[in-house]
């Protein structure tokens, strides 16, 4: 077995990867500490050396599912945008980030079943939501303030609406699949889902669907009158 590296940032990178992969192929109770370091090269030892025990190496895992899947729902550039189209990319940038991981959706499947009890030991899940929540209520408020939202949005209540949307349909494709008779896999299936459930937020947020409709042509005409 290899010895402590002389990267350990580097080390304990692959630790994770593989322990995601362990993770979310076969549930905490069926993932072995000895067989994620056999394949990382390790000794179990060096393994509990970066995480102390399999439970702070599961904690770790979900910490850097939640890190990867925040960092795909990027919120700098919507709080420049338009409200509408904020609200839209980030329905997108959600979606998008769970159908290309589907390790999270397995990970998040799996620390529900056992009731949030090992995320409730992370000091770094508020940390990773709370940008989240916080550019979501600056649009919501920026919308309410342009006339364009409803005002009084509650920003936990629309996120946990499209995120549900979006999980449900990815975590539960197979079943869904054969209990519908329907393809949920192919692109246009997917890109069909994603615009209803644009759709229905856009439908609960906005004040005046109509109005909101008018003033996105009016600012589309105004762009193109010349300078």
């Given at each position: 077995?290899?010895?402590?590296?002389?990267?350990?940032?580097?080390?304990?990178?692959?630790?994770?990867?593989?322990?995601?992969?362990?993770?979310?192929?076969?549930?905490?109770?069926?993932?072995?500490?000895?067989?994620?370091?056999?394949?990382?090269?390790?000794?179990?030892?060096?393994?509990?050396?970066?995480?102390?025990?399999?439970?702070?190496?599961?904690?770790?895992?979900?910490?850097?599912?939640?890190?990867?899947?925040?960092?795909?729902?990027?919120d700098l550039s919507v709080r420049a945008s338009d409200p509408v189209l904020a609200l839209k990319q980030?329905?997108?940038?959600?979606?998008?980030?769970?159908?290309?991981?589907?390790?999270?959706?397995?990970?998040?499947?799996?620390?529900?079943?056992?009731?949030?009890?090992?995320?409730?030991?992370?000091?770094?899940?508020?940390?990773?939501?709370?940008?989240?929540?916080?550019t979501l209520s600056f649009v919501l408020e920026r919308g309410s303030r342009d006339g364009i939202f409803?005002?009084?949005?509650?920003?936990?209540?629309?996120?946990?609406?499209?995120?549900?949307?979006?999980?449900?349909?990815?975590?539960?494709?197979?079943?869904?699949?054969?209990?519908?008779?329907?393809?949920?896999?192919?692109?246009?299936?997917?890109?069909?889902?994603?615009?209803?459930?644009?759709?229905?937020?856009?439908?609960?947020?906005?004040?005046?669907?109509?109005?909101?409709?008018?003033?996105?042509?009016?600012?589309?005409?105004?762009?193109?009158?010349?300078?």
């Amino acid at each position: 077995m290899a010895r402590r590296s002389s990267d350990p940032a580097r080390v304990r990178e692959k630790i994770l990867k593989l322990a995601i992969e362990e993770f979310a192929r076969i549930g905490f109770e069926g993932a072995r500490v000895d067989r994620i370091a056999e394949r990382c090269g390790l000794s179990k030892n060096m393994l509990y050396y970066y995480f102390k025990s399999k439970e702070g190496l599961f904690v770790a895992a979900l910490e850097r599912m939640y890190e990867d899947f925040r960092n795909q729902q990027r919120d700098l550039s919507v709080r420049a945008s338009d409200p509408v189209l904020a609200l839209k990319q980030l329905i997108e940038h959600t979606f998008v980030a769970l159908e290309s991981n589907p390790n999270a959706i397995r990970l998040l499947n799996e620390e529900n079943k056992h009731r949030g009890k090992y995320i409730r030991k992370s000091k770094r899940i508020r940390e990773l939501y709370n940008p989240l929540v916080e550019t979501l209520s600056f649009v919501l408020e920026r919308g309410s303030r342009d006339g364009i939202f409803r005002s009084g949005l509650d920003p936990a209540v629309v996120y946990l609406t499209l995120s549900s949307l979006c999980y449900h349909y990815l975590s539960n494709q197979y079943t869904l699949e054969n209990a519908l008779n329907k393809d949920l896999s192919s692109a246009s299936s997917r890109e069909h889902w994603l615009k209803h459930v644009t759709d229905l937020v856009l439908q609960y947020c906005v004040l005046d669907p109509g109005a909101a409709l008018e003033r996105k042509s009016n600012v589309k005409a105004l762009a193109e009158i010349p300078g």
